[in-house]
């Protein structure tokens, strides 16, 4: 169903914009600081809201666009299955004068874009936006991921790590800056080089610390500041992977550290396979064992919980080899 744009009266009143500091909650919080100019803008990442590290910045004055919900927001943003209020919960937030948009559209800033069409001048953003859709749901192509267009490399960039540049990004997007404007932007142009030569590391990595169980590609990038999302490792495991499972983070980690994050894992479909995304249901993967993990049915993630990750692994592995069962969609 198309999502319905929204008038001038229907928009509530927000000073603050939460977003994730991803591709998707990039754009979300551009969109929605293209309507209201004035707006704060502060990224960070589903972990640290669902851990109640960000509580101190979320009131109705905030709009929070594609993270966790929060009961104290003003404005709620979002496409996550995961993150969907309950219809009680939906009822209470609107009863203390909350507003939810919660669609299971291709990306949290698609639904920012479409419900503020008609208000908003965000022209120089329409371009653009297919790819922060595609991104978000899995629906890049191999060979279009392969050859690593300057937007995908774009989506790289964007990290809680250095929210300074997040606000750079926001800023040229919120000015009304073409896809032209922004990839040629001269500190835009530094970072694209930089991860075009680490996912060559990246992706050296991958093919020595990935071992393909049962069909699940499990991808080992814990202990190591190297990151990666599933399309690097799908595309290197090939048909053999219907899914992966990506361990980042240290065992001495911390929420609080951007640069020193706990242990995690994230998993995927293999969306490159002709029914790659419909077939399981990853999330519950990702809240097996951990209350605040969640996402996609397609793309999520939780934090490793004790007694461990090689517990955790078993666990996952067990729920793996039962998938028809206990994961199919």
């Not at 309950?86 to 209470?92: C, H, P, T, V, Y």
Request: aromatic share 6%; proline share 6%; hydrophobic share 40%.
């Amino acid at each position: 169903m198309p999502v319905r744009p929204l008038s001038e009266e229907e928009v509530p009143v927000f000073s603050r914009i939460l977003a994730d500091s991803d591709m998707d909650g990039l754009f979300g919080a551009a969109v929605l600081k293209a309507y209201r100019p004035d707006a704060e803008v502060m990224f960070t990442h589903a972990a640290a809201m669902r851990s109640g590290m960000m509580d101190g910045f979320v009131d109705r004055s905030t709009a929070l666009v594609d993270l966790p919900f929060h009961p104290a927001c003003g404005w709620y943003v979002d496409h996550h299955m995961t993150n969907r209020p309950d219809e009680e919960a939906a009822k209470a937030f609107a009863a203390a004068g909350g507003t939810q948009h919660w669609e299971a559209t291709p990306s949290a800033a698609r639904l920012a874009y479409d419900l503020l069409a008609d208000i908003t001048q965000m022209d120089h953003l329409t371009d653009m936006m297919p790819v922060v859709d595609a991104l978000d749901s899995g629906g890049i192509s191999k060979k279009e991921f392969l050859e690593d267009a300057p937007l995908l490399q774009l989506a790289r960039t964007c990290t809680s790590r250095d929210p300074e540049y997040m606000r750079h990004l926001v800023g040229l997007l919120t000015g009304g800056a073409s896809a032209e404007v922004l990839l040629n932007d001269s500190t835009v142009q530094k970072r694209l080089r930089e991860v075009v030569d680490e996912r060559v590391v990246a992706l050296e990595h991958v093919k020595a610390n990935t071992t393909v169980v049962d069909r699940l590609a499990i991808c080992r990038f814990d202990e190591t500041p190297l990151r990666s999302n599933g399309y690097l490792v799908t595309a290197w495991a090939g048909n053999d992977a219907d899914a992966c499972c990506i361990v980042h983070g240290y065992a001495d980690g911390h929420l609080g550290d951007p640069h020193r994050p706990p242990l995690s894992a994230s998993f995927y479909a293999n969306s490159f396979l002709p029914d790659g995304q419909g077939r399981y249901d990853l999330s519950r993967l990702a809240t097996a064992l951990d209350p605040t993990g969640g996402g996609h049915a397609n793309a999520c993630g939780c934090r490793i919980q004790p007694p461990g990750l090689e517990a955790n692994l078993a666990h996952w592995l067990d729920m793996w080899s039962n998938r028809d069962n206990v994961l199919v969609r």
